[in-house]
């Protein structure tokens, strides 16, 4: 894993780590930490500090196995970071990965963070909401928005929610 200059490409810091093919997006989880996960692999809080010499450096906060990402990449909100572990909605505390709660399965789903909420696009192509309460699991309700297995990200514009597959596409409005 690397970070590299927006500007220029140069090289920031680098970190052995290897996810094979089923890494999520690394999550910005403070001005100094990095949250990374992948399938199978122990998540990890990494922060980043500037050396004597300049030079970023990296260092390991924690690492737990309570979060394997697959497809999904987690969220942070209010301290806590929620994500799919290994189909479970898993919240975890951000200052030290202690497990808050597990509940609710939704395969190699998405999660998408909105007002306090979190939008699940299942793998079997429900849409689930839940409140991102780090007190407990939380469903709100959940109902088939596709036909069909997906992996793919949902998207929000203006209180639109897009979801897709392979074969369909859905628009949901969620304005007031």
């Keep these: 894993m690397v970070g590299l200059s927006p500007e220029n490409g140069r090289l920031l810091w680098e970190l052995p780590w290897s996810a094979g093919n089923q890494a999520s997006q690394p999550l910005i989880a403070g001005p100094d930490r990095v949250f990374i996960s992948a399938g199978g692999l122990d998540a990890t809080m990494l922060q980043l500090a500037a050396g004597a010499d300049g030079q970023l450096t990296v260092r390991e906060l924690w690492r737990t196995n309570r979060m394997n990402d697959h497809f999904t990449s987690s969220v942070l909100h209010d301290g806590f970071i929620y994500?799919?572990?290994?189909?479970?909605?898993?919240?975890?505390?951000a200052s030290n990965g202690g497990l808050k709660w597990k509940g609710g399965r939704y395969g190699s789903g998405q999660v998408l963070l909105a007002s306090g909420h979190l939008i699940i696009l299942t793998e079997q192509g429900e849409l689930a909401l839940v409140r991102a309460d780090p007190k407990a699991h939380q469903e709100i309700t959940r109902f088939p928005a596709i036909e069909g297995k997906t992996w793919n990200h949902p998207a929000m514009s203006d209180g639109i929610l897009l979801v897709r597959n392979i074969e369909e596409m859905a628009a949901f409005d969620l304005r007031k």
Excluded: F, H, R, W
């Design 83 to 93: 994500g799919l572990d290994e189909s479970i909605l898993t919240c975890l505390d």
